[in-house]
């Protein structure tokens, strides 16, 4: 079981962009979401991805310098704008997206930095949009390898038609000890349909699977579950007024490793870590919300 490492920042590969919604402008990303929230919990991070040489790119980091997150690892193209979403919300606010396509983001490179990073670092973030390119998929293979042995590889699964390669998610899938996904994302990955009740036997199929030592799935308003070791822990959500469910994902996830990073937390307790950061979250418009006393971290 790999034991955490924190003297070198968490990793968190993959697209930065912004989200252009109905009430608003937010950065975004999920890799980016999650940089955010580890940096707001005191873990030290460093996102790896790429921006256009444009105003939208300067803007993305400007709001990483004045949150205090590194933007060493961020490289900027100057043939490439910077990635952009357009978004609706229903009316219990979950968004879809249309996103935009040969952006900075799809041609993330890993310079030296970033490798003698990889090579100390407790763990590293990736998702399945970024693989829809093969200089990405390229790019994070470096970053697997170069990660010592007892570093935790998460894989947060997203999928997001048309960027749904679920060849892609079952190729990647197995280098991860950390899967994280929805429960819809969980049913799809073992050829079910989804229904409330099954995760825990969705999340056994998965581990069968991919022999992935940490198997969690999320389900929204119902709550989460997590398979570790044989043993399925489930925590159920708290009822919410949801303003959007953009980044609630990502706000689990952060809340979730930063606990396991720590190595000083019951399964319950980093499940109701993460389910209580996303209902945040989801109560706040955006997926990055400005901190206050009552957050519950």
């Given at each position: 079981?790999?034991a955490?490492?924190?003297?070198?920042?968490?990793?968190?590969?993959?697209?930065?962009?912004?989200?252009?919604?109905?009430?608003?402008?937010?950065?975004?990303?999920?890799?980016?979401?999650?940089?955010?929230?580890?940096?707001?919990?005191?873990?030290?991070?460093?996102?790896?991805?790429?921006?256009?040489?444009?105003?939208?790119?300067?803007?993305?980091?400007?709001?990483?310098?004045?949150?205090?997150?590194?933007?060493?690892?961020?490289?900027r193209?100057d043939?490439?704008?910077?990635?952009?979403?357009?978004?609706?919300?229903?009316?219990?606010?979950?968004?879809?997206?249309?996103?935009?396509?040969?952006?900075?983001?799809?041609?993330?490179?890993?310079?030296?930095d970033?490798?003698?990073?990889a090579?100390?670092?407790?763990?590293?973030?990736?998702?399945?949009?970024?693989?829809?390119?093969?200089?990405?998929?390229?790019?994070?293979?470096?970053?697997?390898a170069?990660?010592?042995?007892?570093?935790?590889?998460?894989?947060?699964?997203?999928?997001?038609?048309?960027?749904?390669?679920?060849?892609?998610?079952?190729?990647?899938?197995?280098?991860?000890?950390?899967?994280?996904?929805?429960?819809?994302?969980?049913?799809?990955?073992?050829?079910?349909?989804?229904?409330?009740?099954?995760?825990?036997?969705?999340?056994?199929?998965?581990?069968?699977?991919?022999?992935?030592?940490?198997?969690?799935?999320?389900?929204?308003?119902?709550?989460a579950?997590?398979?570790?070791?044989?043993?399925?822990?489930?925590?159920?959500?708290?009822?919410?007024?949801?303003?959007?469910?953009?980044?609630?994902?990502?706000?689990?996830?952060?809340?979730?490793?930063?606990?396991?990073?720590?190595?000083?937390?019951?399964?319950?307790?980093?499940?109701?870590?993460?389910?209580?950061?996303?209902?945040?979250?989801?109560?706040?418009?955006?997926?990055?919300?400005?901190?206050?006393?009552?957050?519950?971290?």
């Amino acid at each position: 079981m790999p034991a955490p490492l924190m003297n070198s920042p968490v990793l968190c590969f993959g697209e930065v962009l912004w989200d252009f919604l109905p009430h608003g402008t937010f950065p975004g990303g999920a890799p980016f979401n999650v940089a955010y929230h580890l940096h707001r919990l005191a873990v030290s991070v460093r996102p790896v991805s790429a921006v256009g040489c444009d105003d939208l790119g300067d803007q993305l980091l400007q709001r990483l310098a004045q949150w205090g997150v590194s933007t060493a690892a961020i490289i900027r193209h100057d043939r490439l704008p910077t990635g952009r979403v357009s978004g609706t919300l229903s009316a219990g606010g979950d968004a879809h997206y249309l996103i935009a396509r040969d952006v900075a983001w799809d041609r993330i490179i890993i310079g030296p930095d970033t490798l003698k990073n990889a090579a100390s670092s407790p763990a590293l973030v990736f998702g399945s949009l970024a693989l829809r390119s093969a200089e990405n998929r390229a790019a994070l293979k470096q970053l697997i390898a170069a990660q010592p042995a007892n570093a935790w590889r998460v894989f947060d699964v997203n999928l997001r038609a048309p960027h749904d390669d679920l060849a892609l998610v079952r190729e990647f899938a197995p280098a991860a000890n950390l899967l994280k996904l929805n429960a819809s994302e969980a049913a799809r990955l073992v050829n079910a349909t989804e229904s409330p009740g099954h995760e825990e036997s969705h999340a056994r199929s998965l581990a069968a699977q991919f022999k992935s030592s940490l198997i969690c799935i999320t389900a929204g308003e119902r709550g989460a579950g997590l398979l570790r070791a044989d043993r399925w822990t489930w925590v159920s959500a708290r009822r919410v007024t949801v303003a959007d469910t953009v980044g609630a994902g990502d706000a689990f996830l952060a809340a979730f490793l930063g606990c396991l990073l720590r190595a000083a937390h019951t399964d319950t307790e980093m499940l109701s870590a993460g389910c209580r950061l996303g209902e945040w979250v989801a109560e706040h418009p955006g997926a990055t919300p400005d901190y206050d006393a009552t957050t519950p971290i």
